[in-house]
Nanobody, 123 residues
Framework: QVQLVESGGGLVQAGESLRLSCAAS????????VAWFRQAPGKEREFVTT????????YYADSVKGRFTISRDNAKNTVFLQMNALKPEDTAVYYC????????????????WGQGTQVTVSS
C-alpha cells in the first residue's frame, strides 16, 4: 500500500475551476493505477475517474466527462484532478485511491486511500 494525501479542495462558484492534488508518500506511484472518487452528503461514494499505470489509459464517469481531467507527475509522485466548469452537484468530499497494477500482481480493488478533501460549489 501507499500513503496518500489530498489537497486543493475549497469553496468555488459554479463555472469555476479547481485542481486537486494527491501526493504519495512512503513509496512511489510507479506501478500503481490511480483514481478519484467522491462522496456527497447522504450519498454513497462514487467513482469519478481512473488512470492506468501500464498505458496511461483514462476513464471518466459520464457526469464529469469533458470537464474533469486526471493526470500524474511521476517525478513529483503526485496525481492531479483538474476540475473545470464546476457545478453545485459536484459538491462532495473527493478521495484519491491507488492499487498496484494487476500486471504486477495487484488486486482489482483500490486498497490505498487518502483522507479526502472537501469541494463545495455554490450556485
Amino acid at each position: 500500500q501507499v500513503q496518500l494525501v489530498e489537497s486543493g479542495g475549497g469553496l468555488v462558484q459554479a463555472g469555476e475551476s479547481l485542481r486537486l492534488s494527491c501526493a504519495a508518500s512512503g513509496r512511489t506511484f510507479r506501478g500503481y493505477d490511480v483514481a478519484w472518487f467522491r462522496q456527497a452528503p447522504g450519498k454513497e461514494r462514487e467513482f469519478v475517474t481512473t488512470m492506468r499505470w501500464s498505458d496511461g489509459y483514462k476513464y471518466y464517469a459520464d457526469s464529469v466527462k469533458g470537464r474533469f481531467t486526471i493526470s500524474r507527475d511521476n517525478a513529483k509522485n503526485t496525481v492531479f484532478l483538474q476540475m473545470n466548469a464546476l457545478k453545485p452537484e459536484d459538491t462532495a468530499v473527493y478521495y484519491c485511491a491507488a492499487k498496484m497494477s494487476p500486471l504486477l500482481g495487484g488486486s482489482a480493488q483500490y486498497d490505498s486511500w487518502g483522507q479526502g478533501t472537501q469541494v463545495t460549489v455554490s450556485s
